[in-house]
């Protein structure tokens, strides 16, 4: 009895250990290490489509991956490039417009505030310019402060976009390195018996990196079409892009759904058309409880996790490591499960030697 009280004992510190060890990993070495960890998760992949090419074009995997890669960083540059350009138009012409925002807005207030004193024999006239004060207050505020402020810290931005660009420059140069030698690091490690421990988990953790990427994109692709469709049949104009955008929106949850959804919900109320409104609060409500009932389960059920486990590392990765651990969490998750069960499993295999010896 004391002897497997004590094994117990010893499994949960074995696990405190791993747990500690996989949050100091994430913490301090992922950033120095992740440039080199992608470029081998992505020579991984492609390195039996790669080698198929060198040997029927003979066109060496170097240069193969090099371009794979250039082109893959320049289309969803391209694309990201597209996005801020967009976002920041948008946010220009606002400042421009806010004029004719204020004068529906302040329709809207007034009718409101007239229906409260006919109904409740409030002031209508207190609270109206009490409330347009405020507004007046937050709008030259937004045009003397927020609209110059984006434009000043360009700087800042510029240095942002440096630290990208040369962090996709040595993944590229890495993953370019790795592909010459990709084969006979593989068979180094698997001759050796510490290092085939990290490559099986190492394996194990890519495929459930590609399955977190597949629940994403169906996630993607539903919410996409879940938006498009209801805004299109509730009759908003531009429905059909804007519900294709919205989908994309909620692939980046530090965004997410609501930056659009939320605010065209309150222009459709300052227009009089409450039911749009009403209509997009609730396909608000719809995308949420669509991406947090979806994405534990596609991602729990492949990898074996439980889908409250998978939520509830993406909450506990936020609060550690920021926005970054809305990917770290579930991945740290996942790798200290992979090492847990590779520990099981060689503990069993041990156990099973000395029965077979003895």
Request: glycine share 10%; hydrophobic share 50%.
């Amino acid at each position: 009895m004391d002897k497997k009280r004590m094994e117990r004992t010893g499994e949960y510190v074995t696990l405190l250990v791993m747990i500690g060890g996989v949050y100091l990993g994430f913490k301090f070495l992922s950033p120095l290490v992740t440039p080199f960890l992608l470029a081998f998760a992505f020579v991984a992949v492609l390195h039996p489509i790669l080698e198929k090419v060198e040997n029927k074009y003979h066109i060496k995997k170097g240069f193969l991956t090099a371009g794979v890669l250039v082109l893959l960083c320049v289309t969803v540059g391209i694309g990201v490039w597209g996005l801020l350009v967009l976002l920041l138009q948008k946010v220009v012409d606002l400042s421009g417009q806010l004029d004719l925002f204020e004068e529906k807005f302040y329709i809207f207030v007034k009718g409101c505030c007239e229906g409260m004193e006919d109904r409740f024999g409030l002031d209508a006239q207190g609270i109206e310019s009490l409330i347009m004060e405020k507004v007046n207050v937050f709008i030259d505020n937004f045009q003397v402060e927020v609209v110059p402020q984006l434009m000043d810290e360009s700087v800042s931005y510029a240095k942002n976009i440096a630290e990208v660009v040369s962090f996709l420059a040595i993944m590229i140069v890495a993953a370019v390195l790795l592909a010459k030698d990709y084969g006979r690091i593989i068979n180094h490690m698997q001759s050796k018996q510490e290092l085939s421990c990290v490559l099986d988990v190492g394996r194990k953790i890519l495929e459930h990196v590609g399955v977190f990427l597949k629940a994403q994109l169906l996630i993607l692709l539903a919410i996409s079409l879940l938006c498009a469709v209801t805004l299109l049949l509730g009759g908003i104009k531009g429905g059909l892009g804007l519900g294709l955008f919205i989908g994309f929106m909620d692939m980046l949850p530090f965004i997410g759904t609501g930056l659009v959804l939320i605010p065209l919900a309150f222009w459709q109320m300052l227009n009089g058309y409450h039911g749009k409104a009403f209509l997009c609060v609730l396909l608000y409500v719809a995308c949420t409880v669509l991406r947090e009932f979806l994405e534990p389960k596609l991602v729990g059920k492949k990898t074996g996790i439980f889908p409250v486990l998978i939520l509830f590392s993406v909450y506990v990765g936020m609060k550690l490591f920021g926005v970054s651990g809305i990917i770290k969490g579930p991945l740290a998750l996942v790798t200290i499960c992979e090492l847990y069960r590779h520990r099981k499993s060689y503990q069993e295999q041990e156990d099973n030697f000395r029965e077979d010896s003895v």
